[in-house]
């Protein structure tokens, strides 16, 4: 009876309501902003390599009010059809040294600052020959072309990009994803090492794998991970598993360390990666 009363009575029409205009206009000011965000795609040098040949690119998205996000992508190019080599990750070392089978190669002497991971899942050992033996015989010509870069569209805080090596690995395949009891809160380790905790409150660094990709270090003092619901914060990121039923002790010999000793750690590790 009330939805039949509902349908053939209707009420009042409401009544016409006007936005002041000071709100429509910050409102399309605000939409206007979020709309104004762009990548665009410079090309920045190619060189032939094989059958095929090597680009690189800049892409550089634009935020208002907010600094350019610059990434260098290298992408091979054979058949009529590209494939990204990497998206180069400056100041990138993973936390396990590289083996034989990646056929690790220095380009140039000094800090390995601009490493190129090439993946054994996209390209064969002949093609990462290829294209590892071609940087390095186009190198000053690489380098000619990437200090010609605007300067409001810098790649690495303004430090010169200089690719530095290759490595023949998957670079994804060091990341790490792990779940535990609590719904809303998930750890992770990157593949430069770093030990991640997502939360309600953020994320908080509890941890890193260390010498040589063999140790897991988790200090003490997580006053953060305490107050999103976490009172054993490192009970909880030892119980959480990924997809494989893998926890970090299963992969890592896990060591509770001071704060102290925890910085002390990573400085020696950082000498040590830099003499990799």
Same mark, same amino acid.
């Given at each position: 009876?009330f939805?039949?009363?509902?349908?053939?009575?209707?009420?009042?029409?409401p009544?016409?309501?006007?936005?002041?205009?000071?709100?429509?206009?910050?409102a399309?000011?605000?939409l206007g902003?979020?709309?104004?965000s762009?990548?665009a795609?410079? @090309?920045? $040098?190619?060189?032939?390599?094989?059958?095929g040949k090597?680009?690189l690119t800049?892409?550089?998205t634009?935020?208002p009010?907010?600094a350019?996000?610059?990434k260098?992508?290298?992408e091979?190019?054979a058949?009529?059809?590209?494939?990204?080599?990497?998206?180069?990750?400056?100041?990138m070392?993973?936390y396990?040294?590289?083996t034989?089978?990646e056929?690790?190669?220095?380009?140039?002497p000094?800090?390995?600052d601009?490493?190129?991971?090439v993946s054994?899942?996209?390209?064969?050992p002949?093609?990462y020959?290829?294209?590892?033996?071609?940087?390095?015989?186009v190198?000053?010509e690489l380098?000619a072309?990437?200090?010609?870069?605007?300067?409001?569209?810098?790649l690495?805080?303004g430090?010169?990009?200089?690719?530095? @090596?290759?490595?023949?690995t998957?670079?994804?395949g060091?990341?790490?994803? $792990?779940?535990?009891?609590?719904?809303?809160?998930?750890v992770?380790? $990157?593949?430069n090492?770093e030990i991640?905790c997502?939360?309600?409150k953020?994320?908080?660094?509890?941890?890193?794998?260390?010498g040589g990709?063999?140790?897991?270090l988790?200090p003490?003092g997580?006053?953060?991970?305490?107050n999103?619901?976490?009172?054993h914060?490192?009970?909880?990121?030892l119980?959480?598993?990924?997809a494989q039923?893998?926890?970090?002790? @299963?992969?890592?010999n896990i060591?509770?360390?001071?704060?102290?000793? $925890?910085?002390a750690?990573?400085?020696?590790?950082?000498?040590?990666r830099?003499?990799?």
């Amino acid at each position: 009876m009330f939805m039949t009363d509902l349908h053939f009575r209707p009420g009042p029409r409401p009544a016409r309501f006007r936005l002041p205009g000071a709100v429509l206009l910050l409102a399309a000011l605000v939409l206007g902003l979020a709309g104004c965000s762009r990548t665009a795609v410079q @090309s920045v $040098y190619e060189t032939s390599c094989g059958a095929g040949k090597l680009i690189l690119t800049r892409h550089v998205t634009t935020h208002p009010g907010a600094a350019s996000e610059a990434k260098l992508w290298i992408e091979f190019e054979a058949d009529g059809s590209r494939r990204i080599v990497d998206i180069v990750k400056p100041r990138m070392t993973l936390y396990a040294p590289p083996t034989a089978a990646e056929r690790y190669s220095h380009l140039r002497p000094g800090s390995d600052d601009w490493p190129v991971f090439v993946s054994p899942r996209d390209f064969t050992p002949a093609e990462y020959d290829l294209i590892r033996n071609r940087l390095a015989m186009v190198l000053p010509e690489l380098d000619a072309a990437l200090v010609t870069e605007p300067a409001d569209e810098q790649l690495d805080f303004g430090n010169p990009a200089r690719l530095s @090596s290759t490595r023949y690995t998957d670079y994804e395949g060091f990341r790490r994803k $792990y779940a535990g009891p609590l719904r809303d809160v998930r750890v992770e380790l $990157y593949p430069n090492g770093e030990i991640w905790c997502f939360h309600a409150k953020g994320r908080t660094l509890v941890g890193s794998v260390v010498g040589g990709g063999h140790k897991a270090l988790l200090p003490a003092g997580h006053g953060l991970l305490e107050n999103a619901g976490l009172p054993h914060p490192v009970e909880f990121v030892l119980s959480c598993r990924d997809a494989q039923g893998r926890t970090l002790a @299963s992969e890592f010999n896990i060591e509770r360390v001071t704060n102290k000793a $925890y910085e002390a750690a990573l400085h020696a590790e950082r000498i040590d990666r830099r003499q990799r």
